[in-house]
């Protein structure tokens, strides 16, 4: 198949949802093209069936926004027209189903169908979609889409209350690359940031306001005071200097180290303890599978995804938002000597229901179930 790919190419979940199923999908012989505003991240090699097509917009002094939907959506006529692409994917309803909406009009004056698959990730549905101005073009866009995914049931349930969604979701879950994110031996690490033993906390994100960050440090001042630890945030963003005040408040010092962005995160995995998810909305969670993938049981709240992939009790333990004693609690019992092999163990087999390998044939399947359909419509 010829598949275009159109994503937010940050190092946000989204982006690294579709990056990696690109990547995949190239592995396993399709011909994939990414069509975005700059290169995505982790899309950094050479692969002979990876194409990657840059959509510049002019800046013109008349405009006071690019206009980015057009731009994006010519571009998408272009490579669907030229590269004859058979599908197109779209990871966030605004702006990328929207325009591929636009793209496919286009295309239908010119003799040509293109079927779009939208991917609804979580803030373009749960903060996002819900904007009075933004929500009939939200409902539009997935409702002219020929194949709708969300990430998770809960994202799905979300998405059928807030929308008048008359399109049958199918639910795709997020998928973890076991080769890449696995515990590898990095213990001289662990020696630098924990000398003496500590158990080791932690979290990475882009600290936007709804990750809750404020009740890491938190939950972290308190546990500290009966459990020798240290913690480790990664990622940066909106909330880092007030979160970096906050532990200066809390007295918390070389305790906590913010660290910024880090690529290979796999390697902090590697020697964490537990790993942080408090998160006000998540829709499916993402870090937290792949701090499960390197062995490192969660605590996280029971919010959005979170239930599908954290098991209470199994694999980490599943708190209230804001029920900061709650997860206190729970990682104390956690990082008893005694029980954090078996959480360990636990969450580990449970991320292997999520490996890369079992997850994007399900994309596969679902693309060629909408190729057929349209077949049909046709
Ligand atoms: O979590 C973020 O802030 C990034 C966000 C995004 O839009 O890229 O992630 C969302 O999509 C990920 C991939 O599907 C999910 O794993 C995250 O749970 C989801 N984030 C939220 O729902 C807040």
């Known amino acids: ?96 189903a929207t325009s591929a909406f636009l793209a496919k009009q286009i295309l239908r004056c010119q003799g040509i169908n293109i079927p779009v698959i939208t991917t609804l990730h979580g803030t ?32 799905q349930k979300e998405t059928y209350n807030a929308f008048k969604v008359r399109k049958e979701i199918e639910v795709i879950p997020n998928f973890v690359d076991l080769e890449r994110f696995k515990k590898q031996k990095k213990e001289h690490f662990k020696r630098i940031i924990c000398p003496n033993d500590e158990k080791l906390l932690v979290h990475t994100s882009n600290f936007r306001r709804v990750k809750r960050i404020d009740d890491i440090i938190k939950v972290f001042a308190k546990l500290k005071t009966s ?57 499916f969670g993402l870090a937290a599978l792949e701090a499960m993938a390197c062995e490192v049981p969660v605590i996280s709240t029971n919010t959005g995804g979170l239930p599908e992939l954290n098991v209470h009790g199994v694999t980490g333990f599943l708190s209230n938002v804001g029920d900061v004693a709650d997860m206190v609690k729970n990682a104390t019992y956690i990082l008893q000597d005694e029980n954090l092999p078996k959480f360990k163990a636990n969450a580990l087999a449970h991320a292997q229901e999520f490996d890369i390998s079992k997850i994007v044939p399900k994309y596969e399947a679902y693309y060629e179930r909408i190729l057929k359909e349209q077949e049909v419509v046709q």
């Open 1 to 96: 198949m010829k598949i275009g790919i159109v994503c937010y190419p940050t190092f946000g979940g989204s982006g690294v949802v579709a990056t990696e199923l690109g990547k995949a999908l190239a592995k396993n012989g399709h011909e994939v093209h990414f069509i975005t505003y700059t290169q995505p991240a982790r899309l950094d090699f050479f692969n002979e069936n990876i194409f990657y097509h840059e959509v510049n917009i002019a800046s013109y002094p008349l405009f006071q926004y690019p206009p980015y939907e057009s731009a994006l959506a010519g571009k998408m006529v272009d490579v669907v027209k030229y590269e004859e692409l058979d599908i197109l994917h779209v990871h966030y309803a605004i702006p990328h």
């Open 124 to 155: 373009d549905i749960t903060i996002v979609g819900k904007d009075a101005t933004l929500s009939p073009v939200v409902t539009f866009s997935i409702n002219e889409s020929d194949g709708v995914t969300t990430v998770s049931e809960d994202l």
């Open 227 to 283: 459990i020798p630890s240290k913690l480790l945030l990664v990622g940066d963003g909106p909330e880092r200097v007030a979160m970096e005040q906050l532990s200066r408040d809390l007295g918390l010092g070389e305790d906590v180290r913010f660290v910024g962005k880090l690529d290979a995160i796999e390697e902090v995995l590697s020697v964490a303890d537990l790993f942080l998810m408090p998160s006000e909305k998540e829709s």
